[in-house]
């Protein structure tokens, strides 16, 4: 939908900036082997970025085939070109190179550095997260918008040319609302799991089945250290594939997949299970918790900050939810075991990737309109990255590389605080400065849409606290999932699939490394202890459902269920990791919360059983 020229949403010259974050370019710097564009820049009105569904829409047929269509063609360029999908989805982690120059005088990473020096450009486990990954979003963004107008010149008919000119000047990356009801309900779109789609192809318009992009990406250049010939490990190997402990090797021609449970293959039934049951354990409660931390350097990654969050009687269950760590969940609930998503270093060239973080960058923008007054304190980047020593201290002002900006130096968070400088919104944000909704209402707003159990309007909910876990000598990434009252005690092979004593998980996405590291979460119990009935919830205008026994608090909102509370520490690989990660006796608590008010209560812990 074109924006009228109202308020900030008049049109304006975007030039500059546009093509600072459509090409690995700043002033006259740019990779030798890539001539300058010439095509796809000019003065925009702000669009927005749409839900993925949306674009479904006959009303944005256009935009869709151009999505497809230039996704498809990046996919297909050289990967040395700073435009091409390989390129792009190369920044992240793997395959650690330098991206168009982007280094710091006097520091270069090696492959041969001490952990937890991280060899991506991404900034994990520090403030810097959100902004980090808005500049690549507009990477990725831009490098479609060139294309996009490219291929709309191509249309024959000049009616047809004119509308699919004026789609490409609207289209940005859309967004993969993984914590809407359609996710829980009936799982991940099928735009991402088909392997056709139907666009109508220039020159003449005709609709034509194409290799669906969104389904995966097959790689053009090899990534990673070679496997033997033969070895468990190596794609190669097909149904014989076993997921590595450490990192995927990918070779060219081979495409990324999501949950490979038998073999080197995805497996969409296993895709569409994990990604509803943890809509509806994990992504949903933990969004609506989310959007209530107040602070933004809580609410920005998923490193533990500070040893005390909040007070006991105000709001310090909020403390342990994050951004980054409710992020970590959909890596896992997509990736699965050995998916490409599930390892921060591969997690870049699984398309659905980009979809997902467009889809985090919207809720850090209505976080935003929440707490408009909170922003970047100087913070330790204890990983570090490409470019960033581990331990230095970032902030606001700290170059976001390999991002350059319309002034020829490297964005910083400041220049990306407002979305609109940036040429795009969101759908939320359009309709309440159409409304003129303030930050309070609009914070209601959106809590009413990501509530959990709608029909139920829950007055008194339950969580479980994480708080400074412990992970030395990691593998990798690791999950803790949380059970109550199970007829056997879980294990790594316990299915969370209509498993009713299953509560949720909180994720963590992790590189291998030596060093010590420490994080926080959460997940949410309330729907398990209704789902077992031992507690009542009072429900508004539903007073029938206070009949359920409470057998599990007081009136002091104290839980007594200690010793049927269980958890299970899984590694990206489906080992065990309960070597690898300790929480000590005050790590683990619930939290409570009724009328408003929020308590706690620490809970002694036992290997892998809480109580």
């Not at 992240?92 to 330098?98: D, I, R, S």
């Not at 996009?148 to 509308?163: F, G, S």
């Not at 056709?196 to 250290?225: C, D, E, H, I, Q």
């Not at 949720?504 to 010590?516: H, I, L, R």
């Amino acid at each position: 939908m074109k924006m009228g020229p109202s308020s900030k949403y008049a049109s304006f010259a975007l030039i500059s900036l546009l093509f600072a974050a459509v090409f690995p370019i700043g002033g006259e710097t740019q990779a030798a082997s890539v001539s300058r564009p010439t095509a796809g820049l000019w003065p925009r009105d702000i669009s927005p970025r749409l839900n993925i569904l949306t674009m479904l829409e006959p009303e944005h047929k256009v935009e869709f085939d151009l999505l497809v269509q230039s996704l498809t063609a990046i996919q297909n360029m050289s990967p040395e070109d700073p435009r091409s999908f390989f390129a792009i989805a190369g920044i992240h982690g793997m395959p650690f190179e330098e991206y168009n120059s982007s280094t710091v005088p006097g520091f270069q990473w090696t492959p041969d550095m001490p952990p937890p020096q991280w060899g991506g450009y991404c900034h994990h486990g520090d403030v810097l997260f959100p902004t980090w990954h808005r500049a690549y979003m507009l990477q990725i963004e831009n490098s479609i918008l060139e294309q996009a107008t490219l291929i709309a010149r191509t249309y024959q008919d000049e009616n047809v040319k004119r509308d699919y000119l004026e789609a490409a000047n609207r289209l940005r990356f859309p967004f993969w609302d993984w914590a809407d009801d359609v996710t829980a309900t009936e799982g991940i779109p099928d735009v991402f799991t088909n392997k056709t789609l139907t666009v109508n192809l220039p020159p003449y318009n005709l609709p034509t089945p194409v290799a669906n992009p969104m389904r995966a990406f097959s790689f053009t250049k090899s990534v990673g250290t070679p496997f033997g010939v033969g070895d468990q490990y190596n794609p190669q190997n097909g149904a014989l594939y076993t997921v590595p402990p450490g990192h995927i090797y990918m070779a060219p021609g081979y495409s990324t997949v999501r949950q490979p449970v038998f073999g080197y293959a995805t497996n969409d039934t296993m895709l569409n299970e994990s990604v509803k049951i943890s809509a509806a354990t994990t992504f949903i409660p933990g969004l609506y918790d989310l959007f209530q931390v107040p602070d933004f350097r809580v609410f920005s990654n998923h490193y533990a900050t500070s040893p005390i969050k909040g007070n006991q009687n105000a709001t310090q269950f909020l403390y342990y939810a994050s951004l980054e760590g409710l992020h970590d969940s959909i890596h896992r609930a997509v990736g699965g075991l050995g998916g490409h998503m599930r390892f921060n270093t591969m997690a870049g060239f699984d398309p659905i990737f980009f979809f997902h973080h467009s889809n985090v960058d919207r809720i850090f923008a209505l976080w935003q309109r929440m707490y408009p007054d909170q922003w970047i304190k100087p913070s330790t980047a204890i990983q570090g990255t490409f470019t960033v020593p581990s331990g230095s201290t970032v902030d606001e002002n700290t170059a976001l590389m390999p991002f350059y900006a319309p002034s020829g130096s490297y964005y910083v968070s400041t220049d990306l605080r407002d979305v609109t400088q940036l040429g795009y919104t969101y759908p939320e944000l359009m309709n309440a400065d159409s409304k003129g909704i303030g930050s309070v209402e609009f914070r209601k707003e959106i809590l009413n849409q990501y509530r959990p159990n709608k029909e139920d309007a829950f007055t008194t909910r339950w969580y479980l606290g994480l708080r400074d876990v412990t992970a030395k000598q990691l593998p990798g990434a690791f999950s803790i999932h949380v059970f109550i009252n199970p007829d056997e005690t879980p294990t790594i092979d316990t299915s969370l699939q209509n498993n009713p004593n299953y509560c949720g998980s909180a994720d963590f996405s992790s590189g291998k490394t030596t060093a010590v590291q420490k994080f926080d979460g959460q997940v949410s119990l309330t729907k398990c202890f209704v789902n077992l009935y031992l507690t009542k919830y009072p429900v508004i205008g539903n007073p029938s459902t206070a009949n359920i026994t409470d057998a599990l608090a007081t009136l002091a909102g104290y839980p007594l269920l200690y010793s049927d509370l269980y958890y299970v520490i899984e590694g990206s690989d489906g080992s065990d990791f309960s070597e690898y990660v300790t929480m000590s006796d005050n790590t683990i608590f619930y939290v409570y919360e009724r009328g408003g008010e929020t308590y706690r209560n620490s809970v002694p812990k036992r290997p892998n059983v809480i109580g």
